[in-house]
């Protein structure tokens, strides 16, 4: 494994990551303009498009330590408002919902839908558990690469260049594919039943949805991506976080709030996350040193995180 004080000191260029969602904020941003009736909500993007970019300026006039980490952690926040965003703005674009195309996907690939083919398996200990490997995906998409933030500011960016690039895939497909998953588009014998867990959690999952967010799954796709970055960066954490992300990705299904082509679209996002995280990696190593500026002794000195 790499230790980190072999990286440069600074990549002194947009990132891979900057360039993807910043181009999903503006293709976002101008199509809702150019709608009429969603103009309203085109701001939302463009001024998270210019924080975005302000943050870049900010952070490449002194490079600090401190102002890369705010630099690379800013995206959690232009994610989430993107995100939130969504909801009343992409039903504005026209696009019609395709649920009923991922269904027929599904039912082309194995027969029938997992949320449908797994309604005699519901138990109430099952969901709850089930909810609880849910649930752990926000704890992961924070805990994993906060700690990189910590330890390893470069280990940290080459996470959030891999993250962020597969997050700007993921929102550019809800809003090209809009769709609610089963449990807004079906209708079921079962209810879900969870008395430890699941009865109190899935109202507030639900409220956090944008109700386009399926096509293609951040669930499974930040999760592996993690994984695969632990497993070169942080290997203890790749083996106890196996088994919950396993359970997440079943959970997607078993709770009705994706089809199975969710998942295999995310993996592929997944993976082209990883590869220009790896790609990026490579080329700034290759870079001369006149490119990179100092920017503080705790990169320079940094540890590798295992």
Known sequence: ????????????????????????????????????????????????????????????????????????????????VAFYAMRAGVPLLGNPRVDTLLLQWDRELLGETPAVAWEGWLYPWLEDLAMAGYLFFFYYLLAGPGYYCIRSIPVFRKCIVGLFTLYGLAFMGYTVFPAGGPHLSMTFHTPLHGPWLLDWALDAVDRGSNTVDVFPSVHLAASLYLLLFDWHHGRRRFWWALVPCMVLWWSTMYLRFHYFVDLLAGAVVALIGWWTAQKYEVGSLEQPLGAYRSYGSDVRNAESPE
């Open 1 to 80: 494994m790499k230790s980190a004080n072999k990286w440069p000191l600074e990549v002194a260029a947009v990132l891979p990551h900057e360039w993807v969602f910043g181009t999903f904020l503006l293709v976002t941003g101008v199509r809702l303009f150019a709608s009429g009736a969603a103009r309203g909500w085109s701001f939302v993007f463009f001024a998270s498009l210019a924080a975005a970019i302000g943050m870049v300026a900010w952070a490449e006039r002194s490079p600090t330590p401190w102002r890369w980490r705010v630099r690379l952690s800013s995206y959690f926040v232009v994610m989430g």
